[in-house]
């Protein structure tokens, strides 16, 4: 048989259940830690002050550690069921001061709070805030001060009360399990974040031995490469030697030769002896004075470049965490509408790396490293054959295009100049490594990525060098790998650097900022600056990222367009009359799309 429920809860009862343990008060403003306990904001908030600048506070109860965000208490999460009891609490002290709660049952309040005697109480005034008894409440409905007030009977009060207490049930249940389903979902994310770390940490280890493993491989060869060096030396040397020690063993016969003619008074035998030592000291004379290279007998090493200095400015990788969706992010514009048309598509679905826009309307597409495509009235009209690889494409001041080709090998790289009919015109430089993206300031120098070498060539219009944009002031590169770039008005320059970064530089090339996309595998290829003062990024997983001339995100493009969504940008241009925006995706499709503003 199950437990008869208790007919009430007394006031008292419930208010120490919900007082805070460490001020002996009723919560306020409840706020829940990490291991379920509950207290004051005001008395975590002492316990944080007293802490600081520690950006974790301690439970007093279960000394589990809470981490609390930028050290804002009122950032922790508020216990929504404590405060929906204490709501629950003060309403029903409200209707009745001296009565205890009532939870089944219609037992009353024995006290009349208008005549102030213990009599049956079975009406209450819910202006007067005031339980009545029958005598009493014949007046109070007569009186005309009070008669228009709402006064309710026991029953009804329990029925209310009962109705209510089921609503706050039910609110309560809900927050129950949103509470628990936000719970799971922050473990599953733990969990996910301790694979997600475990599995980077393998990573950078692999990556770190595969490093150590490298130069290991590079040391041993140079060591037996002298080695091999000092034997070859050492052998030549004991060459030497021993011709030495023969010779002096010769002058020593010759010597004792010399003595022996010298005692004789023999001219006969002091005639031949003298002949004998006289062959003895020119062959003598004549291997021992030979030339002596053991003074250039020498070793150095000569290293490509500092050892010190490539691994200072390399780097084995970056850590980038982001947010693997993009549903939650903000869009750009917010007070406008973007419409969209398909231009053209490539024949074969060619992706597009460089896309330029002439005053005839035509518009000339690098697409697939392969071909260089010129598209007039949506018609691909003609393909220009001479160009081997072409990347990056861009309208000159002087009405001509400039196209970066990469050729067929590294080094093969060269810059040239068509005219605005597409035809080849000249070779402005060659022997570039890896040229990819291209740009053209307010002066009319040329700004040429090359992302083999990791550096920026900026050179006249006629193709001389003036500057080679690669280490930074403390002797660092400057890019992991540079692709694309642009220019704006004012000469500052925009590079997007191995996929990942978005880097900004003054007129002086010095960085002033750097963007990292926040959404996890992001890969950033073309940029461009528009006339509004904001920079298109072309990200070729997420969509096309806005962003102020600051380097602050701005939020995603909108989409759709008309129906038409936009996936995996890749290139960029404004159209000839700078009215929209053209874009180039992975899949050999040219877009133009236009932002129309809303009141």
Same mark, same amino acid.
């Given at each position: 048989m199950a437990t008869a429920s208790p007919s009430h809860v007394s006031k008292e009862k419930l208010t120490d259940e919900l007082s805070c343990s460490l001020c002996l008060e009723c919560y306020k403003q409840p706020k829940v830690l990490q291991c379920q306990h509950t207290f004051c904001l005001p008395c975590l908030q002492r316990l944080m002050d007293a802490s600081f600048p520690s950006m974790q506070i301690t439970c007093p109860l279960c000394r589990e550690q809470t981490f609390v965000p930028n050290g804002n208490i009122e950032a922790l999460k508020t216990n929504y069921i404590v405060e929906s009891l204490l709501t629950f609490m003060a309403q029903c002290t409200s209707m009745g001061g001296h009565s205890d709660l009532e939870w089944s049952g219609q037992t009353v309040a024995k006290y009349c709070q208008l005549c102030q005697e213990e009599r049956e109480t079975d009406i209450f005034c819910d202006d007067c805030k005031m339980w009545l008894c029958k005598s009493c409440s014949v007046p109070h409905n007569r009186l005309p001060a009070t008669k228009s007030h709402r006064t309710m009977a026991v029953a009804d009060i329990v029925t209310k009360a009962k109705d209510k207490l089921k609503v706050v049930e039910k609110e309560m249940q809900g927050l129950e399990e949103a509470i628990e389903e936000q719970h799971q979902k922050v473990l599953m994310n733990q969990e996910f974040l301790s694979q997600q770390a475990g599995k980077v940490a393998s990573q950078i280890e692999a990556s770190w031995r595969k490093a150590v493993d490298i130069i290991t491989e590079k040391k041993v060869a140079l060591m037996q490469d002298i080695a091999l060096s000092v034997s070859q030396i050492d052998a030549k040397q004991q060459s030497k030697i021993t011709l030495l020690q023969e010779n002096a063993q010769r002058i020593k016969e010759g010597l004792s030769f010399v003595k022996d003619v010298r005692k004789s008074s023999d001219a006969h035998h002091i005639t031949?002896?003298?002949?004998?030592?006289?062959?003895?000291?020119?062959?003598?004379?004549?291997?021992?004075?030979?030339?002596?290279?053991?003074?250039?007998?020498?070793?150095?090493?000569?290293?490509?470049?500092?050892?010190?200095?490539?691994?200072?400015?390399?780097?084995?990788?970056?850590?980038?965490?982001?947010?693997?969706? !993009?549903?939650?992010?903000?869009?750009?514009?917010?007070?406008?509408?973007?419409?969209?048309?398909?231009?053209?598509?490539?024949?074969?679905?060619?992706?597009?790396?460089?896309?330029?826009?002439?005053?005839?309307?035509?518009?000339? !597409?690098?697409?697939?490293?392969?071909?260089?495509?010129?598209?007039?009235?949506?018609?691909?009209?003609?393909?220009?054959?001479?160009?081997?690889?072409?990347?990056?494409?861009?309208?000159?001041?002087?009405?001509?295009?400039?196209?970066?080709?990469?050729?067929?090998?590294?080094?093969?790289?060269?810059?040239?100049?068509?005219?605005?009919?597409?035809?080849?015109?000249?070779?402005?430089?060659?022997?570039?490594?890896?040229?990819?993206?291209?740009?053209?300031?307010?002066?009319?120098?040329?700004?040429?990525?090359?992302?083999?070498?990791?550096?920026?060539?900026?050179?006249?219009?006629e193709g001389r060098i003036v500057a080679i944009i690669k280490y930074s002031w403390d002797g660092k590169f400057l890019f992991e790998a540079p692709r694309f770039i642009t220019i704006n008005k004012y000469d500052y320059i925009f590079i997007s650097d191995g996929g990942k970064f978005v880097k900004m530089f003054d007129s002086n090339f010095q960085l002033k900022w750097t963007y990292k996309s926040p959404f996890a595998r992001a890969e950033f290829w073309d940029i461009l600056t528009a006339d509004v003062g904001v920079l298109y990024v072309a990200d070729w997983n997420h969509g096309i990222h806005i962003l102020s001339e600051e380097g602050e995100f701005l939020g995603l493009l909108k989409q759709p367009f008309n129906d038409i969504v936009v996936k995996e940008p890749t290139a960029f241009c404004l159209n000839f009359n700078r009215s929209s925006l053209l874009v180039g995706t992975s899949n050999g499709e040219v877009f133009a799309l236009d932002t129309v503003e809303t009141e």
């Open positions: 031949n002896m003298f002949g004998h030592v006289e062959a003895v000291r020119q062959t003598v004379s004549h291997d021992s004075l030979a030339e002596d290279d053991f003074e250039k007998c020498q070793i150095e090493f000569h290293a490509v470049e500092p050892l010190s200095q490539a691994i200072s400015s390399s780097s084995l990788g970056h850590i980038l965490c982001g947010k693997s969706s !993009v549903d939650d992010s903000p869009v750009y514009p917010d007070n406008a509408v973007t419409v969209g048309e398909l231009v053209h598509r490539l024949a074969y679905g060619y992706y597009i790396t460089g896309i330029a826009s002439a005053y005839d309307g035509s518009i000339f !597409v690098a697409s697939n490293c392969n071909s260089l495509k010129k598209i007039k009235k949506s018609i691909c009209e003609e393909e220009i054959y001479h160009v081997v690889k072409p990347w990056g494409v861009v309208k000159a001041p002087s009405s001509e295009l400039i196209l970066t080709d990469c050729g067929k090998s590294l080094g093969g790289g060269s810059v040239n100049i068509l005219d605005l009919e597409g035809k080849f015109a000249r070779v402005i430089a060659n022997g570039l490594s890896l040229p990819r993206g291209v740009a053209v300031d307010s002066h009319g120098r040329i700004h040429v990525c090359d992302e083999n070498d990791r550096c920026v060539y900026v050179m006249t219009p």
